[in-house]
């Protein structure tokens, strides 16, 4: 570029000015008379396709493992098929009830058929216990209630379908069960997300807040921010000396520490977190030796582990290196020079320090506490080896979904929820900071 | 020069980084105030270490340094006022040039008045008045260096020190940016302590050129000085172009001498730094000082093979083989009734015994 922008200013004469012929439009001709943007794309053209080319195999890759699962998960938070998979003609007919009283009795002959069928199916989503499963959220207890009943169905064989129905069972004798087997009957619902920020459907389908026992999720994501961001701060306040010393020491000196830093990469992380619990733990490492030394008694050992203490410091140390690399990164691109001439027109160390070597550093601070930040607010392995009950953080919640109570449509409602939020965050940070500034080395 | 008018003064003053060798070794110098000294001298030899020295950013071994009269040995660089304009000019590339220029300002709780007042007066010296709000990078190197000029000067220090202020401009650009500094200097009456390994720069700008090598100061002295009459075989190849032709001292007599070369030519030579008959010495000789087809009347009568010739406008280079050595260069001036000369031609040379000096061997 600057070897270009040099020739021009040497070698510039008339005939490379008016070089560009243009045609009656204006616009610039080659001097073969094709069109300058034209034989521009032709010649780059080649160069391009190649090197998409080459970024095709990542393309592919980023499809099938972010694009698509992402996709999937926001499609399965509002998408569950339950009620039409298990109860497919019913859930045509009671969309024409109107919610008073009890829907006709054919819907109650479709409902009752429907269920008989579903009794025989062993296909996975359509069996009664899906239905049951996904009644059951909507009303708590309700489960035992379906799969109780469909035993006892094939005893009706006739109509009046209503009568018997309630002869079976004296709950089924409620419009609730009735109105929630209704929404049910729709694919698509936003249940889930209501469920996610601690609200939900009341018996007259309107929208309240959970009961207070059940209000775990927002304040788990406040918790979550909060630690994360604690997290973040404290791995600043660490990094930045680190990194400064780092990025002064002789390059043999700061490559072996440079490698210290690096260790924890290079150990499973399992191995690193179970480390921490044989340190923290109340019999461990630093209990022991605080009593030894006398600081306090046998009985009064400190809970540092299984809690929210614990996942701060497990994941501080698991972050840190996070911070460091872009730091150092920036660090080491700043002269001596920069601090050495402050001083020299008289700012003191300290001065020279806040005005010239401080403001040059935010590039890598700004990229350092995104990074550690956006990691942290979905860890998920060491809060749930440390973290107690305490200590959980929304990523341990949704993993909980997914793994064990198999409500993968709560789980991915949650996880969309954080998705928004992350995104939202790096809106903002983005505006403040100018993610053009960022420097991850 | 008397030692209590001395400006800035370096007593004895060595340097070690590692404990094993000295990068400066005894160093004394002293500067008056008002004057322009250039420090000379090949890179690694020690240059920028002293200018440290001096600034505070470095210790210095062993040895004291005074500034005006004190010792500044323990006085930490921001108490000090030197302005300093480094290398690669350090301009803070997040302040802009104005706030570059307020920044010394700042720091000694200016005004903000005679702040702006005086930033705008820096600017305008260095031409670039309208420039303030621009970013460093938004520059030329150029103007990258003027602001760097000027922000060593804004607050009014009485020693800057300067660490190869031109080194990143071409050839063009410096030498405009050499006589610019030159005027400041005079018009400011600031003392300048500058460092450059062109010899060139440091011939034109400066009062008195310390030529270092080694750590060592080989020479301080006016540029006419240095040119003229080099103390040692160093300085004489250092500075300027020089013939060196090697031998052996055959008689002394005062400040003359009489050489006898390695293919047995004999020499009449000055005497600078040689001290017993028998030693080995190599002559010194100017290009511009050697004559072709030369008067009777100098002491030194040779010949010459021609073995090139390079035409460069108002003179042309002559390289021939003179009693045993091809690298033999001399400068004949481009006049109308100069002697067409052709290469593999044989012509007689000459030269005064006075322009050749019989120096120490390197
Ligand atoms: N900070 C330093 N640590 C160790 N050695 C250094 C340092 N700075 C310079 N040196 C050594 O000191 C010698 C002189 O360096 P310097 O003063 O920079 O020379 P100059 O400026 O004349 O090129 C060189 O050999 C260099 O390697
Ligand atoms: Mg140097």
Not at chain 1, 139 to 149: A, D, N, V
Request: aromatic share 8%; hydrophobic share 45%; net charge neutral.
């Amino acid at each position: 570029m600057r070897i270009l922008i040099d020739c021009r200013g040497k070698n510039m004469t008339s005939t490379t000015l008016d070089q560009g012929n243009t045609n009656a439009d204006g616009v610039l001709l080659t001097s073969d008379g094709i069109p300058l943007k034209q034989k521009l794309v032709q010649t780059t053209k080649k160069a391009r396709s190649r090197a998409f080319l080459l970024t095709l195999p990542l393309v592919l890759f980023l499809i099938i493992s972010f694009v698509v699962p992402i996709g999937q998960m926001l499609f399965r938070s509002v998408h569950n098929p339950a009620g039409t998979n298990v109860l497919p003609n019913f859930a045509v007919a009671i969309k024409n009830w109107d919610g008073i009283g009890f829907p006709s009795e054919e819907t109650f002959e479709l409902f009752v058929k429907d269920m008989q069928i579903a009794r025989k199916n062993r296909e996975i989503g359509k069996t009664v216990g899906n239905l049951a499963t996904r009644m059951n959220y909507a009303i708590p207890g309700s489960r035992s209630l379906f799969t109780s009943t469909s035993r006892k169905l094939s005893t009706i064989t006739e109509g009046p379908y209503k009568e018997a129905l309630f002869k079976i069972d004296k709950k089924w004798d409620n419009q609730i069960i009735w109105r929630n087997l209704k929404r049910v009957s729709s694919d698509y619902t936003i249940a889930f997300y209501l469920a996610a920020l601690d609200h939900k459907y009341d018996d007259n389908g309107n929208i309240v807040a959970a009961e207070e026992l059940y209000q775990i999720y927002v304040s788990n994501f406040f918790k979550t921010l909060r630690l994360s961001a604690i997290i973040t701060f404290l791995c600043l306040i660490i990094a930045f000396p680190v990194s400064y010393l780092l990025s002064v020491l002789p390059l043999r000196t700061s490559n072996l520490l440079m490698i210290l830093v690096l260790l924890p990469f290079w150990t499973s992380l399992l191995v690193r977190t179970t480390a921490w619990i044989a340190i923290l733990q109340t019999q461990g490492v630093i209990n022991d030796i605080l009593v030894f030394i006398g600081l306090i008694s046998d009985d009064g050992r400190i809970q540092m582990i299984y809690n929210q203490t614990g996942t701060i410091i497990a994941m501080v140390h698991i972050l840190l290196p996070f911070m460091i690399l872009p730091l150092f990164s920036v660090m080491k691109t700043i002269p001596v020079s920069y601090m050495r001439a402050a001083r020299s027109m008289g700012a003191t160390p300290f001065t020279a320090y806040r005005r010239v070597y401080f403001p040059l550093t935010l590039p890598g601070i700004a990229a350092g506490t995104l990074l550690v930040f956006i990691l942290a607010i979905g860890y998920y392995i060491t809060p749930a080896l440390v973290g107690g009950e305490d200590g959980l953080l929304i990523s341990n919640l949704i993993a909980y979904h997914i793994q064990k109570s198999l409500n993968w449509s709560l789980g991915a409602a949650l996880g969309t929820i954080l998705l928004v939020v992350v995104l939202v965050l790096y809106w903002l940070y983005n505006k403040l900071v100018g993610i053009d500034k960022l420097s991850f080395g | 020069m008397a030692a209590n008018d001395a400006f800035v003064r370096f007593e004895k003053v060595q340097k070690s980084y590692d404990g094993e060798t000295l990068v400066v070794k005894d160093l004394n110098l002293d500067i008056a105030k008002g004057e322009f000294v250039t420090m000379l001298g090949p890179s690694g030899s020690g240059k920028t270490t002293c200018l440290m020295m001096l600034a505070g950013f470095e210790p210095a071994t062993n040895g004291d340094i005074y500034l005006d009269g004190q010792s500044i040995n323990h006085v930490p660089p921001h108490k000090r006022g030197i302005g300093m304009v480094f290398q690669n000019y350090a301009l803070f590339p997040h302040m802009s040039v104005a706030e570059n220029l307020a920044f010394p300002l700042q720091v000694r709780n200016m005004s903000k008045a005679e702040t702006q007042e005086k930033v705008q007066r820096a600017l305008d010296m260095v031409e670039l008045g309208i420039f303030g709000d621009r970013r460093p990078a938004q520059l030329s190197g150029g103007q990258q260096q003027r602001v760097a000029v000027a922000r060593a000067l804004v607050f009014e220090p009485d020693l800057v020190l300067m660490d190869e202020p031109l080194g990143a401009l071409d050839k063009q650009l410096r030498e405009q940016m050499q006589y610019e500094i030159k005027h400041i200097h005079e018009r400011l009456g600031v003392t300048v302590v500058y460092v450059t390994h062109d010899q060139t720069e440091a011939l034109t700008m400066s009062d008195r050129v310390a030529v270092f090598e080694d750590g060592v100061i080989q020479q301080l002295s006016s540029a006419q000085e240095l040119y003229e009459n080099p103390k040692n075989a160093f300085v004489a190849q250092f500075i300027g172009e020089n013939n060196k032709l090697l031998g052996v001292v055959e008689k002394i007599k005062g400040d003359d001498c009489t050489v006898k070369l390695d293919d047995g030519t004999i020499i009449q030579a000055a005497r600078i730094n040689v001290n017993s008959v028998g030693e080995r010495t190599s002559l010194s000789l100017r290009p511009e000082r050697i004559e072709i087809d030369p008067p009777k009347s100098m002491q030194n009568q040779l010949t010459g093979d021609i073995e090139e010739l390079i035409y460069l406008g108002d003179h042309i280079r002559v390289r021939m083989n003179v009693a045993g050595n091809s690298e033999f260069i001399v400068k004949v001036r481009n006049r109308a009734d100069k002697r067409e000369l052709n290469e593999g031609q044989k012509v007689n040379i000459g030269w005064n015994s006075s322009d050749c000096k019989a120096l120490d061997v390197l």
